[in-house]
C-alpha cells in the first residue's frame, strides 16, 4: 500500500510545485525523451536507415522540448515579496 500511496498525483503535484497542466506537460515530455531513447534501439542497415532513424529521434527530442517549455509556460509563479 505504500507504493501506491507514493503515486498519488496530488503528492507529486506539491512535491514538485507545480499545477496540473504544468505537471502533465511534465510527464509527456518524459515520455518523449523515454522514446526518443527507445527509437535508438531500431536496428540498421544502411546509411540511409541510420538517417532516418537520426531524424526520428531528433523529432521526439523536439517534441520534449516543447512539451517542457509548455510546462515551464504554463507554471503558476506565485511572487515571494
Known amino acids: 500500500m505504500g507504493s501506491i500511496r507514493a503515486l498519488e498525483f496530488g503528492g507529486i503535484r506539491t512535491w514538485l510545485g507545480l499545477s496540473l497542466p504544468s505537471l502533465i506537460a511534465f510527464f509527456v515530455g ?3 525523451l523515454i522514446i526518443a531513447l527507445a527509437v535508438g534501439l531500431v ?3 544502411d546509411v540511409s536507415d541510420f ?3 537520426q531524424l526520428w529521434r531528433i523529432q521526439w ?3 520534449a522540448c516543447a ?5 515551464i509556460l504554463l507554471k503558476n509563479q ?3 515579496n
Do not use: N, P
Open 61 to 63: 527530442l523536439m517534441a
Open 30 to 32: 518524459i515520455a518523449f
Open 67 to 71: 512539451a517542457f517549455l509548455v510546462g
Open 43 to 45: 536496428g540498421v542497415s
Open 51 to 53: 538517417e532516418a532513424v
Open 78 to 80: 506565485k511572487s515571494t
